[in-house]
């Protein structure tokens, strides 16, 4: 409650309000000051250390924040959930960062900072979901004056959250965890077991309608409803959790998409589209597992289009620092053979069944199926660009036989992965 109270009251000097744009309806983000009290604006007159600037670059599984200090800081840090949020304790300091600089990106939802206490600052990064603290180190600067403490952090799962704040707890006796930290739902997440976890993923979503038919169906709306019927045929499957993206009409960047794969620890991962493709005559499903080289012009046409959704909304972000680890590379190589493993029964499962474009098993780029330990396939179900694939799309009839399919494989693949996992 005491750090409750301390946030409400003190850490607040700059925050982010999110407001919907009147003219063009898309969200936006401005700062507004808010005074420190009374008391603790006189404290702050002669602050012992300076936060000079704030950087944020990456995108939703990977950010790195970096503040510039003019000395060397003593930095505490800790976790809190509900939102996860970063803890960064500082001696007291004067912060001079631009406003800009706090916009929220990448993992980062919020920054907050300011003076909690008589000579004791505190920085607060509230992230998107679970996470972990990869790399956290405070640097002399080689060509200038001033240290810099790097802090680079990585998505994760709500479990592996719940597991450091529990260690969090067990090694740190001064944190403020008994009422602001720890909450049973973090306990039922560290006892829970996992249970076999499918995403599907309605593609595109709000300001990103998606492709359009000429006679104006949208893919985004397509999508939203297959997946709700897939979702629906799926959960007969006891053993099976499944779950949405998005389940209503609302935009997603792509990076978040495959952050809540993570978030959920998802054993496969469906995207689901029906675009629109410039020859009108090509028809029928496909299934796109990833590669760095497409497999045909076609493949490639689509994942360009694709990966181009978050610019198209209006949305970029910086790359996030890009990392070589021997293990990750071990973890991709098994999850790559368990997506084109899924994306082969997929394929027999549909066939005979569902009409399937020349070659339905195909490859691309996309950045949608790039979860290094998510199993991922994505399926455009059929062209919108074709006529005769848009009226199966709109046939109630047709897409029950094809969520059958779908689910078919889904029971398949669950089944081989459980034997997997059953063996010593
Ligand atoms: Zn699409």
Not at 228 to 247: A, G, P, S, Y
């Amino acid at each position: 409650m005491f750090l409750r109270i301390l946030s409400a009251c003190f850490i607040s000097p700059v925050r982010f309000v999110r407001k919907q744009c009147r003219l063009c309806g898309v969200a936006v983000a401005f700062t507004v000051a808010l005074p420190l009290s009374p008391a603790l604006a006189e404290q702050h007159n002669k602050p012992e250390l300076a936060a000079l600037t704030f950087k944020m670059a990456g995108d939703e599984l990977r950010s790195r924040i970096v503040v510039m200090f003019d000395r060397e800081p003593n930095v505490e840090t800790h976790l809190l959930e509900r939102p996860h949020r970063l803890i960064v304790d500082l001696p007291e300091a004067s912060f001079g960062f631009d406003k800009e600089s706090l916009e929220p990106r990448g993992l980062i939802s919020e920054v907050r900072y300011g003076l909690i206490a008589q000579k004791r600052s505190r920085l607060i990064l509230n992230a998107k979901g679970p996470f972990r603290v990869e790399k956290l180190e405070v640097v002399k600067n080689e060509s200038s004056a001033g240290y810099r403490m790097v802090i680079d952090i990585v998505a994760s799962s709500d479990r592996e959250f719940a597991q450091l704040l529990a260690d969090q707890k067990v090694t740190t006796s001064s944190l403020p965890s008994e009422k602001d930290g720890e909450s049973p739902a973090i306990s039922d997440t560290l006892g829970s077991s996992h249970q076999f976890t499918v995403m599907i993923d309605p593609g595109h979503g709000g300001i990103d309608s998606g492709a359009e038919s000429t006679s104006g169906t949208l893919e985004k709306n397509v999508t939203l409803a297959f997946g709700r019927e897939l979702r629906d045929e799926l959960m007969k499957n006891k053993n099976i959790n499944v779950l949405l993206t998005r389940e209503d009409d609302t935009f997603l960047r792509l990076g978040e998409r495959v952050r809540l794969a993570r978030q959920h620890e998802t054993d496969l991962f469906i995207s689901l589209h029906a675009d629109t493709i410039r020859h009108k005559d090509i028809r029928g499903a496909t299934v796109y597992t990833l590669s760095d080289k497409a497999s045909d012009d076609v493949a490639k046409a689509m994942a360009e289009r694709e990966n181009n959704s978050d610019a198209s909304a209006g949305i970029y972000s910086e790359e996030a620092p890009v990392v070589h680890d021997i293990l990750m590379e071990l973890t991709q190589r098994e999850t790559h053979s368990f997506s084109l493993n899924f994306a082969d029964g997929l394929v027999k499962s549909l066939q005979g069944e569902v009409n399937l474009i020349n070659n339905p098993h195909r490859f691309a780029g996309f950045q949608v199926l790039r979860a290094p330990d998510v199993p991922s396939v994505l399926v455009e179900i059929g062209y919108l660009s074709n006529k005769d694939d848009e009226k199966l799309l709109k046939d109630a009839t047709w897409r029950k036989r094809a969520v059958e399919r779908i689910s078919h494989a889904v029971d398949k693949y669950y089944t081989l992965r459980n034997n997997v996992q059953a063996q010593p």
